[in-house]
């Protein structure tokens, strides 16, 4: 089972380009990296997914090295609004459904 | 609005109880799959279903099972239920099984008393 590791939290100021990074030593080959936003006492909405290199869309950015071992969401110019919990999934293909405890990020003003 | 609706939004019964927690997916996913999460804590997968069978199996307790429907609305029955089955209990759909996009559904707060 790939598992993720993630910190727990982040601060960051308004403005500012936020990465968080998300370890999966034990990513299988056929595994694609999906990252989640998770406001309170609501279900997680998709950001972002990649399987290697460079992902961009509208409100995100994905890296992921070549050994896919790891991977990092950046969020450009944050907002308060972009205050919220980021997961991580990895093992889907395998239908392993792990979001980990995800990144407590808090904007500030 | 993912398009994903839970019902009931919120439920409080007591303990040793039975209670169903029913799921309709988006037009058009097959997939569906339910969470619990409890205060402040991460997403804990439970179960997977895909066009009526089940695909995948999480930290799901005995108590506890599902099915889907033909139409594939789903539910969820948690029985004897204890103080701490009270979490937030999360739907989510997807077109397909593996990687795809899982769209949730707004939850169901349940409290055990």
């Known amino acids: 089972l790939a598992k993720t590791t993630q910190p727990i939290s982040m601060d960051s100021y308004e403005g500012q380009e936020v990465n968080i990074t998300c370890s999966h030593n034990n990513i299988a080959t056929n595994d694609y990296i999906t990252w989640y936003q998770q406001f309170p006492s609501q279900g997680p909405r998709f950001i972002i997914q990649?399987?290697?290199t460079k992902v961009t869309n509208e409100v995100a950015s994905l890296f992921i090295p070549a050994d896919r071992k790891s991977s990092t969401l950046s969020l450009p110019r944050v907002s308060l609004s972009d205050t919220a919990v980021y997961y991580c999934l990895v093992g889907a293909s395998f239908n392993k459904f792990y979001f980990g405890s995800g990144t407590k990020l808090n904007v500030k003003p | 609005d993912s398009g994903v609706t839970q019902t009931p939004k919120h439920l409080i019964t007591a303990t040793g109880q039975r209670v169903t927690l029913r799921c309709s997916p988006r037009s058009g996913d097959l997939s569906v799959y339910w969470y619990q999460q409890s205060l402040d804590q991460g997403l804990q997968f439970l179960i997977q279903y895909y066009n009526g069978e089940e695909r995948a199996k999480g930290n799901i307790l005995e108590r506890f099972s599902a099915q889907q429907f033909p139409d594939l609305h789903s539910e969820l029955n948690l029985s004897s239920l204890e103080l701490g089955d009270s979490a937030l209990y999360f739907c989510a759909s997807s077109v397909g099984t593996g990687d795809y996009e899982q769209y949730f559904g707004p939850g169901t707060r349940l409290t055990v008393t």
């Open positions: 990649g399987y290697k």
